[in-house]
């Protein structure tokens, strides 16, 4: 079985553009979580969708959205971007989402905003 | 206040020993669940061992093991017979109930094995 996969692998943007990640999760796994890590702030969450819903929203900016597919594949949109936003930003999945369900996460796109 | 504080920044273990990561958390909700994660230098998290907030038992995973203290909420994570190989950052998380699915991570820990 296929891992989570997420690309690109790296990205260099500049200040005020915007940027799309991508994200194919676990075959049969319909909860995708995304996860914006920094050496300063750590790991923190962005938000989590389910059956192409958003389903819970960590505490950042509306430059940041996603949205997902039928497919359950998600993508994650910053606009706008800023320095700050340069980042790991590592994708999730699990089946459905419940309380005892580990998350497998992809190797995560290494943002660099110049 | 944080969920989740892990107090060791960095540590170091000589190669075939044991040694413990701290973990402690917060929550008022009594359903919740405990998680350890594995980030080698190439960033993609490992899943290591999972604690309920229901279970009796220690978790145990292989060389992984669950100090599960509920009434202190630590949850301490002890790896057994250190190999080189466990040379990573370790993350303690946690995810309750009511907060839908969202994980609450640590700051992690710098583990490095000395051969």
């Known amino acids: 079985k296929a891992g989570v996969t997420q690309t690109p692998r790296y990205l260099i943007k500049t200040r005020g553009q915007q940027v799309t990640l991508s994200c194919s999760p676990i075959?049969?796994?319909?909860?995708v979580s995304w996860y914006q890590q920094t050496p300063g702030q750590g790991l923190q969450f962005l938000f989590e969708?389910?059956?192409?819903?958003?389903?819970n929203k960590g505490n950042f900016p509306g430059r940041f959205s996603g949205r997902q597919f039928s497919n359950s594949r998600s993508e994650m949109n910053v606009s706008t971007l800023e320095l700050g936003d340069s980042a790991l930003y590592l994708c999730?999945?699990?089946?459905?989402?419940?309380?005892?369900?580990?998350?497998?996460f992809g190797s995560g796109t290494q943002l660099s905003v110049l | 206040a944080q969920k989740i504080t892990q107090t060791q920044p960095g540590m170091f273990v000589q190669e075939k020993e044991a040694v413990t990561l701290d973990c402690t958390y917060d929550t008022s909700d009594p359903s919740y669940g405990l998680f350890w994660y594995k980030q080698p230098s190439s960033g993609e998290m490992i899943f290591l061992i999972y604690?309920?907030?229901?279970?009796?038992q220690n978790a145990t995973e292989g060389r992984y093991s669950l100090n599960f203290q509920k009434a202190r909420k630590s949850a301490n994570l002890v790896i057994s017979a250190s190999q080189l190989g466990d040379s990573a950052m370790y993350f303690c998380a946690m995810r309750e109930a009511s907060s839908g699915n969202q994980f609450y991570f640590g700051t992690g820990t710098s583990l490095t094995v000395i051969p």
């Open positions: 604690q309920g907030s229901y279970d009796q």
């Open positions: 969708y389910f059956s192409e819903t958003q389903r």
């Open positions: 075959s049969g796994h319909r909860s």
């Open positions: 999730a999945s699990s089946l459905v989402g419940g309380t005892n369900e580990k998350l497998f």
